[in-house]
């Protein structure tokens, strides 16, 4: 599970790279070459999309997703124990559904095709399928093997 | 109204720790099950549809800046210069702690990345000189409310973003608000340093030569200011555009003229990158989707019928919402606050003639005040944490700087000018 996470973030951290290139690259055509490049947005969005739900994977890899944990943090420790099973149980449902909504949702609109590249939209609806079902299995792993906290210390890098 | 069920449901979710965008997905799709005939792949089209807004291509790309802006070599220059600037005033250390934020405001977008930064930069050398610990994490913790508002800032990005309104504006509506910020800080600053008898940290203001030298170690930081700044002002570039060229200048100064950068440094800031932009960006795509519903339902005219229906006077409604931001602020984190409310305010916002812009820099700022408060302020905790500092002792002797930061709210609350001047 360490290993997809570790992938999920590789692959987004070489997507933005991507997207920082091509970005800079279309104002640099634009300005100095003068040859503006029009399939720029396109790729983005469809870059954009993959890099959220592979980096969901890794987020919640490392806990880093937002949350609201006061309440919780109060409570005393079996009542948070029991409540954390039972919220990630709920989560991996609501992942789940997410996930097949998805992948119905991929296969009527797979002959959908993005204006200029002529990107299937069977690809940028598959990013919320895989991001959804990755998040969903870390999930279920860290019920059973629940991570060290995470320090404040680490919140800063 | 029966549709509106779904937001208690949704806050109960929150409250039991559920990631915010599940519990908002899961809304969302209740919402769909039993209040409306659409089918339900839709909640997940809609839930897609921004990741398309170039615009929300400026969060990664600031965020990757200043990640890697703590590797690069740039904030300790601007120390210098900083200290240059304003080292020679009693409390020296503290007010080029102040000044260090908001030159660094000019090319970083996020508080958080900032206050770890000054902890471990500029504390230890603040406690060497004389200076209380604890004070020294407040002046750190209070300055580096100046970042985010300062253009660029990942908040005024998100505001832009859910209020419609033009992300250039926001960015030159933030200046004035920041410099404000950063004088009352200033001054803060000086009385403190007074009464405990704190020692400039020069002996002399600084020579032309020193001026200089300074002045041209720094020049790349400046540099990136200025392209930042300058290029969205004059529109030469649109913010997104402007993310991904300050990437490369930053990443060409510290790989090539400081040299202070390793490949290491680059991967690990771009896989943190992904993350943190999964993290936001979650939240803002199922928040547009409930925003959606919000507009089906005409949720927005509701709230400003009711609201309208108990003030019309602007200056009453802007003093209520402060307040209601503060005390939401001390639960609920800021980026996820204002993506609700946004959508649910704006109505009123123009119903009442307030410029959405102006509008924006208050929740922004006043929002940024909730990540100092307990029990979840993110910047609090992370400098509470750094520096190891109670929070009791943070908020005993770190007062006077929490004031001038309310009193700057205060002001930009009710003097639109300042706001609106730079638009």
């Known amino acids: ?157 | 109204m029966s549709w509106f069920i779904i937001i208690p449901i949704m806050l109960a979710m929150f409250m039991l720790n559920m990631r915010i965008y599940l519990a908002m997905f899961a809304g969302i799709v209740a919402y769909f099950v039993f209040f409306s005939n659409v089918p339900l792949a839709i909640a997940v089209q809609r839930f897609m549809s921004p990741a398309e807004n170039t615009s929300l291509l400026a969060i990664p790309f600031f965020v990757l800046l200043g990640t890697l802006l703590g590797s690069a070599g740039v904030a300790n220059r601007l120390l210098k210069l900083a200290d240059l600037l304003v080292g020679r005033l009693t409390g020296g250390l503290g007010h080029t702690n102040v000044m260090l934020s908001t030159l660094m405001g000019g090319i970083s977008a996020s508080n958080l990345a900032d206050a770890a930064m000054m902890c471990r930069m500029i504390v230890p050398e603040m406690e060497k000189q004389g200076y209380k610990r604890s004070i020294a994490a407040a002046i750190t913790a209070c300055s580096s409310l100046i970042t985010p508002i300062i253009p660029p800032g990942i908040a005024l990005i998100v505001y832009g973003l859910v209020a419609d309104v033009s992300i250039g504006s926001m960015f030159a509506a933030g200046i004035l608000p920041g410099i404000l910020c950063c004088v009352l800080l200033l001054f803060a600053v000086w009385a403190v340093a007074k009464k405990h008898g704190y020692k400039p940290s020069r002996e002399s203001w600084p020579t032309a030569s020193e001026t200089g030298t300074a002045l041209l170690g720094a020049w790349p930081a400046l540099f990136l200011v200025v392209v930042i700044v300058g290029g969205i002002r004059f529109a030469i570039f649109t913010p997104t555009e402007a993310g991904a060229i300050a990437t490369i200048v930053t990443l060409i100064i510290g790989l090539f003229v400081y040299r202070e950068m390793k490949m290491r440094d680059v991967t690990s800031a771009l896989t943190e990158t992904a993350r943190q932009t999964a993290a936001v960006l979650l939240v803002i795509m199922t928040s547009s989707a409930l925003a959606w519903i919000f507009s089906l339902e005409r949720a927005g005219i509701g709230m400003a019928e009711f609201i309208t229906g108990l003030t019309t006077n602007p200056y009453v409604f802007l003093a209520a919402i402060n307040l209601l931001l503060l005390v939401l602020g001390m639960f609920i984190e800021g980026t996820a606050l204002m993506i609700i409310l946004v959508p649910l305010l704006k109505p009123v916002v123009l119903q009442l003639g307030i410029d959405p812009v102006h509008f924006g820099l208050i929740m922004i700022l006043n929002l940024s005040i909730g990540t100092l408060t307990p029990p979840v302020g993110t910047v609090l905790l992370l400098v509470c944490n750094l520096t190891r500092v109670s929070i009791v002792e943070f908020v005993r002797d770190g007062w006077p700087f929490l004031l001038a930061i309310f009193l700057a709210l205060v002001m930009v609350t009710y003097i639109p000018f300042l706001s609106l001047a730079l638009i």
């Open chain 1, 1 to 157: 599970m360490k290993y997809i996470a570790g992938l999920a973030s590789a692959l987004g951290g070489v997507m933005i790279a991507i997207l920082v290139t091509i970005t800079a690259a279309a104002v640099f055509m634009r300005y100095v070459v003068g040859a503006p490049i029009q399939w720029t947005e396109e790729a983005s969005g469809i870059l954009m999309i993959w890099i959220v739900m592979l980096g969901a994977i890794s987020c919640e890899w490392r806990r880093q997703h937002l949350t609201i944990d006061f309440v919780v943090i109060a409570l005393p420790p079996t009542a948070r124990r029991v409540m954390t099973i039972l919220v990630a149980l709920a989560s991996i449902a609501v992942l789940i559904l997410m996930a097949w909504l998805a992948w119905q949702l991929a296969q009527t609109a797979s002959f959908k095709r993005t204006q200029i590249l002529r990107v299937s939209w069977f690809w940028l609806d598959l990013a919320v399928v895989v991001g959804a079902i990755g998040t969903a299995a870390v999930t279920l792993h860290q019920l059973f093997f629940p991570p060290e906290p995470v320090s404040d210390d680490q919140i800063g890098h």
